[in-house]
């Protein structure tokens, strides 16, 4: 374990975290005792190294990658990475929105996201778009996986998946801390301590870990007082035994939880008030806040029974709560009460005064109050098999997960008066008759995957997953469309591909894979449609290389998926009644609506100047590009006309899938200097399947999440300065050019990235 922040071999690590993000990093390494970190822990890569162990298109990023411009947000990482496309919210990253290869991103709900190998998700199949996504800042890890590696790591295997991995147990005893503050008020404290021990007993290992991050807000609310920011906090325990046994086995038990409140809006601006100040909050929005709070642990036993086997299980839980107190309706004082969606509305000037605090009238806010919980056991079986000239490695994997939402939600109602003061007028609706359901399922997963080394260069990867699931909902209301209140359904499912791996020299990997992928419907979805909504399906392929000499490291993959059986998704956020966000439903013409083809070329590239000349100082330049043409087929109607692919036709771009993406950096280690230049240029997109050119939906109705999105780079710079070998100072500037840019129109009219903030830090691990 590396307890120094810097040494004599720091500029070739540098140059490794910056380069080696899709390769297998640094030159050659001896073969190693320790047991595979992939086998033991809950990774799936595990390192830069084992990169090339993955059959399919993957990237690793370590810790030097996250620390380098101290990421706190999973856009910015995830930008980093080819083949990803992000659609950010709020600027901080705190509600991400992640598509892998064109798969539609809202609220990530179609991406299997883990943390330590464990569902990350409240409610990974009753509801998987839920408001919750881990920390990155407090991660040592991440990792991407896309093409037929994939299958491995439902429910959702259409577009890929990703593991963030929590800081591990020191090898040693360590302690690190990083405290920066910068604008905005802005604060963030990581501290951890932890390490293993020899005992009589085997050998222990503790890590105790805290993170903190609060800040005021880079929006101003307009004519009222009060803060536009978040506060986080996230305390971290594991404990580990490795015990004096006959055979290695290691037992591992993790708790942690986090406390998230933020005075954050679904509301965005109108494209007007947006290019006067992009930075400006509409006064109803002034209560508008979400509360959380999530818990999560596992109990992870790893044992080799023999030289050629091992099983590694994992029992684990969690809990989410959460509570957004948003706005819901507007009314004019003509009105008499509070009745339209302000965002449908913002084209008459006497509905936006209302909003912007500059005339009487009513509004109401929604409790969108959700209680989630997820808990299983998972038994992960590797087995090493010769038969006659061919080497098997066999992975079984067998999951029981159960997960449910509880949604108990209530309105509260205000009367403003001509200046914009608010004064209370009462509950608009009981508690727990806002929509109050409850949903649950239990799913059985299975997966077989056999590496199977042809020779020393070729190896072909066969794998195949089945699940089985049993969904149950209940709501205390019927709905307007008389559809069952309740009830209750099974589907099973089955996935799978085929992977080939070659390495063409030592220093070229070629990889190819085809793989079937799906992604599943939510309880109260399948149900109300009779059992008819089926899964989404998709059939992918990918060809691809690894490349890497001393100071070259390239790597790269065509792509092409043919997704059937779209299930379109609903409002994705408006705060629409009868629809949870990110909820699926039924359409016009059927329970499953449209086809969706994507097509691109993945590629990244790093080459270091000065370890081709063997210089003192690394000089590494890198450049990603990801080329995308994700269109739709045929048409995708919905039921629900607050859906963002209503009106959608054949040939019509998917939203929010930009066909260019590139990324490039520049970074320098010298003496105990260090700097790293970072931007991401985004192409444009269109906000909307019908992609129109302006605020209004597919029937000629206004609707501000309607309309394109412009395209828009962004830089981040950051200066580091080693004090001594274990202690640095940093200086960042996000968004160094102060870009003004829309990231996105939902959920409810144009919202701002970041603008320009500067940071100032100290780092330290003894």
């Excluded at 539609?104 to 998700?121: F, N, W």
């Excluded at 932890?194 to 929006?219: C, Q, W």
């Amino acid at each position: 374990m590396r307890k120094s922040l810097r040494s004599k071999n720091s500029v070739p690590a540098i140059v490794a975290g910056i380069c080696s993000m899709g390769a297998v990093a640094g030159l050659a390494q001896e073969a190693s005792n320790e047991l595979d970190p992939v086998l033991v822990s809950g990774a799936i890569v595990g390192s830069k190294e084992g990169v090339k162990q993955i059959t399919g298109s993957a990237t690793y990023l370590d810790i030097d990658d996250l620390r380098v411009h101290s990421i706190s947000d999973i856009n910015s990482a995830l930008r980093r990475v080819p083949g990803v496309y992000v659609r950010p919210e709020d600027g901080y990253g705190n509600f991400p929105n992640i598509s892998l290869r064109g798969i539609d991103m809202g609220r990530s709900s179609k991406v299997t996201v883990m943390e330590d190998g464990i569902l990350a998700a409240p409610a990974p199949y009753s509801s998987p778009s839920a408001y919750y996504s881990p920390t990155l800042e407090r991660m040592s890890g991440l990792e991407v996986v896309k093409g037929s590696s994939q299958v491995k790591y439902g429910p959702h295997t259409t577009g890929g998946a990703i593991n963030y991995l929590s800081t591990a147990i020191p090898e040693e005893v360590t302690t690190y801390s990083k405290v920066y503050y910068g604008e905005f008020d802005e604060l963030v404290s990581h501290v951890y301590h932890g390490g293993k021990k020899d005992t009589s007993a085997g050998r222990v290992g503790y890590l105790v870990e805290g993170y903190y991050r609060t800040t005021d807000g880079f929006k101003e609310l307009q004519g009222v007082n009060g803060d536009t920011g978040f506060t986080r906090s996230e305390p971290m325990v594991k404990l580990s035994w490795e015990p004096n046994s006959a055979n290695y086995q290691s037992f591992e038990l993790k708790l942690g939880s986090t406390d998230f409140d933020a005075n954050e809006t679904y509301l965005g601006l109108t494209d007007e008030d947006f290019s006067a100040n992009p930075y400006q909050r509409y006064a109803a929005s002034r209560n508008d806040e979400i509360n959380t709070y999530a818990s999560r642990g596992y109990l992870r036993h790893f044992v080799e029974l023999n030289s050629n086997a091992s099983l590694k299980t994992t029992a684990y839980f969690t809990k989410f709560h959460r509570n957004w107190f948003k706005l819901d309706k507007v009314g004019t004082a003509d009105d008499g009460s509070a009745g339209q969606s302000g965002y449908k509305v913002w084209n008459k000037p006497e509905y936006l005064s209302v909003i912007k605090g500059e005339s009487a009238g009513f509004i109401r806010l929604k409790a969108n109050n959700r209680d989630y919980t997820a808990k299983g056991i998972e038994s992960v079986l590797n087995y090493d098999l010769d038969m006659g000239s061919l080497d098997n490695q066999f992975q079984l994997g067998v999951r029981y997960h159960n997960d449910d939402i509880d949604r108990y939600q209530w309105y509260h109602k205000y009367d403003q008066d001509a200046r914009g003061g608010w004064s209370s007028n009462g509950p608009d609706a009981p508690s727990g008759k806002a929509g109050d359901r409850h949903q649950e399922t239990d799913a059985w997963s299975i997966y077989l995957e056999d590496r199977i080394a042809i020779n020393e260069k070729l190896a072909v990867i066969p794998g195949i997953r089945f699940e089985t699931l049993d969904f149950d909902y209940d709501q205390n209301t019927r709905t307007t469309d008389k559809s069952p209140a309740g009830g209750s359904g099974d589907m099973d499912v089955v996935t799978g591909g085929i992977g080939l791996s070659y390495d063409a020299s030592a220093n070229l990997n070629l990889f190819a894979g085809a793989y079937h992928g799906a992604s599943l419907p939510g309880p109260r979805s399948y149900i109300r449609s009779g059992e008819s909504l089926d899964r989404e399906s998709s059939m992918s392929y990918e060809l691809g290389f690894r490349y890497q000499n001393e100071a070259f490291v390239a790597t790269g993959a065509l792509f092409y998926s043919d997704l059937q059986d779209f299930i379109v998704p609903d409002n994705l956020g408006t705060g629409f009644e009868e629809f949870e966000s990110g909820e699926t439903v039924y359409t016009d013409n059927g329970p499953n609506d449209g086809e969706i083809s994507a097509v691109g070329l993945e590629l990244h590239m790093c080459y270091d100047f000065g370890l081709a000349k063997d210089a003192s100082y690394s000089l590494p330049v890198t450049l990603g590009l990801t080329w995308t043409e994700a269109e739709f087929d045929s048409g995708a109607r919905s039921a629900d006309g607050e859906s963002i692919f209503s009106g959608a036709k054949d040939g019509n771009e998917v939203p929010y899938i930009p066909e260019i993406q590139l990324h490039a950096g520049i970074g320098l280690a010298t003496g105990k200097y260090r700097f790293n230049l970072d931007g991401t240029y985004v192409g444009d997109s269109s906000a909307s399947g019908a992609n129109g050119s302006g605020p209004y939906n597919y029937a000629g109705k206004y609707d501000s999440r309607y309309g394109e999105i412009d395209s828009y780079f962004v830089a981040d710079l950051t200066v580091r300065y080693d004090v001594s070998d274990s202690t640095n100072v940093f200086a960042t500037a996000r968004n160094v050019f102060d870009e003004e840019y829309v990231v996105g129109r939902l959920p409810q009219g144009a919202r701002p990235g970041m603008p320009q903030q500067l940071l100032f830090g100290i780092e330290s691990q003894f």
